[in-house]
Nanobody, 135 residues
Framework: QVQLVESGGGLVQPGGSLRLSCTAS????????IGWFRQAPGKEREAVSCISRGRGTTTYYADSVKGRFTISRDNSENAIYLQMNSLNPEDTAFYYC???????????????????????????WGQGTQVTVSS
């Protein structure tokens, strides 16, 4: 069964840090670019970050998290990580990892550069993990 599973969410105080993990079953993550998205109550889902396939030499970040979040991959663990530092209440949301398993949209580096932030580029999603930033 092909599945993405997020973990690592929780309650943290403003200024704190969390590391989210995205693991896969049924397929190898290193074959695919992986994106992180988030959705806060009453808001649309928004792209947070993305890492290219293979060694993950190319990464992308939303302006709102640039300099605070770091995406990485450990192919030996079949996992993607999102290190989140300097968290603020505006980061409160459900966080999802996602990939494209079939269309190849995220394979070509040029296509990845302008497709990574669109949720329609992804067709496999995890169930999400809640991140709450509050004092």
């Amino acid at each position: 069964q092909v599945q993405l599973v997020e973990s690592g969410g929780g309650l943290v105080q403003p200024g704190g840090s969390l590391r989210l993990s995205c693991t896969a079953s049924g397929f190898n993550l290193d074959t695919y670019a992986i994106g992180w998205f988030r959705q806060a109550p009453g808001k649309e889902r928004e792209a947070v970050s993305c890492i290219s396939r293979g060694r993950g030499t190319t990464t992308y970040y939303a302006d709102s998290v640039k300099g605070r979040f770091t995406i990485s991959r450990d192919n030996s663990e079949n996992a993607i990580y999102l290190q989140m530092n300097s968290l603020n209440p505006e980061d409160t949301a459900f966080y999802y990892c996602a990939t494209d398993l079939s269309t190849g949209t995220l394979i070509d580096p040029i296509m990845l550069s302008y497709s990574w932030s669109s949720s329609s580029s992804y067709n496999a999603w995890g169930q999400g993990t809640q991140v709450t930033v509050s004092s």
